[in-house]
Each structure stands twice: as C-alpha cells, then as structure tokens.
C-alpha cells in the first residue's frame, strides 16, 4: 500500500482509531486527514475534511490511500471518484493481512446471524485446548489492535468487511446467509455475493459450513471445490457437544448448531475435545444477545441485537413452552416478516407491540395470520413497555428481539437493549 502520500481515514470510530494508531507507529510523519458523514471525528493527530470537499481533493489526488471504516458503503459514489483518480481504497482488516497475516493461522467466520457465538466458541475452544489463540474483528479488537500477538487469529467479519477482502484464511466459515443490510449494498443479491466474496478467495483453504448454510443453494454454488469442506464431526462428539451444550448458557437448537459448528473449527485449527467441552462450559452469553433477566415472577429477555427476521425466529426457538410478549420493529431494511407472523402464535407468542417502521408490516401480517394475538402498535420503546403493563395476564416472558436495526429510534442496539432492560425494571419490578 502507498504511504508516502497523505491518508485519508473515511469513518472515525473504534477500527479508525487503531489505524491510525498503526500509522502513526510505522509512518510517523505522514499526514493523515479524517471524513466523516455525520458525527464527531476526534482522532487524534489527523485533520478533518468535509465530504463535501472530497471530489476536488480526490481530482487533484491528494490523497495515496483511502483507509474506509466497516460502516461506510462500499458503494457510495464517491468511492468510484477515488477509484477514477487512481486512489486505491482498503480497510482495517486489509491493512492488517499485507502486514502481519504471513505465517500466522487465521480463521475467518462470517455468516447472517451467529458469527459472533461461533468466533467467541472457536476462541474459548482453541485457547482450553493450549492454542495461542486471539479473536479480532466485529467482537474482540479491531484486525490492527491484535496485530501479532498471537500465532492463530480468528476473525469474525460482517459482509461490510467480506466485501473487499482481499486475502484468503486457511479456514473459512460461514454460519447461515439471509437477506440482511440491503442499505449498505445497495440490493440483496449484492448482500449475498459480498458474503459469500469469503470463499471467492484465491488458493487452497477449508471451509466449514453451519447447519443452515450446508442446503443453501448459493453457498453450494459459490464453492469452489466440495474438497475443502472440512470433514464432519463424528457421532460421540456430536453427542459429547450436545451434552455440554445441554448444561451450559447456550441457549436454543441455533446455539447448539453454533458449537458443533465451532468444534469442527477447532479440530481443524489444533483443538482438542476436552478444551471443545471446556470452551463450551466457560461461554459466556454476549450482551443484547439472549439476555435473560428476571423480574419479579417475569423472565425478560434483551436480544436486542436481533435485526433479521430469522434471528427473532431462533429466538422464539429458545423459549418455546412461555406465554410470549414479544416487541419486534425497528429500521427499514426491506425485509420479509410474512413468514415470521405465521410462526408466532405456534411459538407462543400471544400479545405483540410492533414498532415503527418495519412493526407495521409485521402487524399487517400478524392480524391476517393470526388474529387471536392482541397486537399493539405503539410509536416507539417506552410506549410498547407500558402497553404490555395494560396487558400483563397474557405472557410470562417479555422477549425484544426486534428482527430489524434500531436506527430509526436509537444509536445502536446496545442502547435499544439497555432501554428495555431500564423500562422492565422501572415497570415491571413487584412494589
């Protein structure tokens, strides 16, 4: 990569910040500017740049290197000025591999839903099993904060990092691919091809697949060789996983996909089946992810990190047997919820607040399919909490697992899901 011309750094958040760190450590002296579309950006030695004054910057190529942030588009057109312009774009993770990925073992997990259980999974296998072992990417640190402390890296990519990758991991592993983030991509089927841009990388490399992902038919397509794809687990694990699986904090039949698919991982990287079963037992739920809390004679679940209709699905999976309340809704993504609605009254779920702006299309199909769910359609969070008070005798579990992103409301999931868990307590604690 060229550093002896100017940086730019588009996005200033927590993968921003640990390049610049690296840059200032290998490039001292280099000038490095900052962009962003909207908020703060308070990195420290860099100078800011509006987007606004980037095509003339770019025309008169001020700029050697573009460093984008996971949550900029690929696909905004300024992207394309800079290409034009002969300005090459790459990203935390790419920085990371042209520097330190060389005679290092890397795992790379990707998938729509469960990649972050799988790589939490992979990392407590490997390091109960004595692997000098380090988790990097959407959970643990930025690529560039590991940087090579570590002889076997595993990181968990969302489709924004997948989709300019441009390195190959001895072993590649997709959990399960629905339709997701269609915002950033611009359309479905580029969501799907840049998720599946994991296993489109050049040389030999394994690759493991999740239960959902083994009959999907683009993953099969996008297979190269069916040669890679590591071997299945033989029955006694299987069994042995399904036991620990039963006594531990993994909750639901998609968690327990995520560990044998984690174990199969693990074999292939150096793991041994007693560091699995101890990875297993010491897995530690991930916030906003099936968060159990008990108030009162009431269980309230935060999985708030739900933002696709299949994860709301498996979430409903793991409480099968409750009354359900169940708050779904959030950011527009284009997503599907007709399938969801026919599923709930079978899930348990009798009372549903829908939230703007998905909730309304969720609510239309609910009352079709199953008109004997009260369905509420408060205008945001704190509205559909002191609904469900009004309507407390229906449901034994309050489950917000919204199968949608929190954007239009909140800044992120973390701060829907600390909402919710605010509101049970202040609502819902016995006097």
Known sequence: ??????????????????????????????????????????????????????????????????????????????????????????????????????GRQVIAITGTKGKSTTATLTHLMLTHS????????????????IADRHQTV????????????????????????????????????????????????????????????????????????????????AADTVAAITAASSTSRLKGAHNLDNAKLAAQIALAAGGTLDGILAGIAAFQPLPHRLEEHRIGDLVFVD??????????????????????????GGHEREQDYGELAGLLAG?????????????????????KAAPQITVLTPPDLDSAMRALVEHRAQFDAVLLSPGAPSYNQFKNFEERGRRFIELAQALFTPA
């Open 303 to 328: 999985d708030s990190i739900s933002t696709t209709p299949e994860a709301t699905k498996a979430a409903l999976a793991a409480y099968r047997g409750h009354r359900i309340a169940l708050i779904a």
């Open 347 to 367: 899930a348990g779920v009798t009372t549903l607040a829908c939230l703007p702006v998905t909730g309304a299309r969720l609510a239309e199909a609910t009352r």
């Open 154 to 233: 595993i990181l968990e990519l969302s489709s924004y990092q997948t989709a300019d990758m441009a390195f190959a991991p001895d072993i590649a592993a997709l959990t399960n691919l629905y339709p997701e983030h269609v915002d950033w991509h611009g359309s479905v089927e580029r969501y799907y091809a840049d998720k599946l841009h994991l296993l489109a990388q050049p040389g030999e490399f394994s690759i493991a697949l999740g239960t959902p992902a083994q009959t999907n038919p683009r993953v099969l397509a996008a297979l190269r060789d069916p040669a890679q794809l590591l071997p299945p687990l």
């Open 130 to 145: 004595g692997v000098d072992a380090g988790l990097a990417g959407n959970v643990g640190l930025a690529p560039l904060e």
């Open 1 to 102: 990569m060229p550093f002896d011309a100017p940086v730019l750094l588009y996005g200033a958040g927590r993968e921003a910040l640990s390049t610049r760190a690296f840059l200032a450590a290998r490039h001292p002296d280099l000038p490095v500017f900052v962009t962003t579309d909207s908020g703060t950006a308070d990195l420290p030695g860099t100078t800011f740049i509006a987007p606004a004054e980037l095509p003339a910057a770019f025309a008169e190529r001020r700029f050697g290197l573009i460093v984008k942030s996971p949550g900029v588009s690929l696909y905004k057109p300024v992207f394309e000025l800079a290409r034009q312009a002969g300005i090459p774009v790459t990203s935390n993770l790419n920085l990371w591999a042209q520097t330190y990925r060389n």
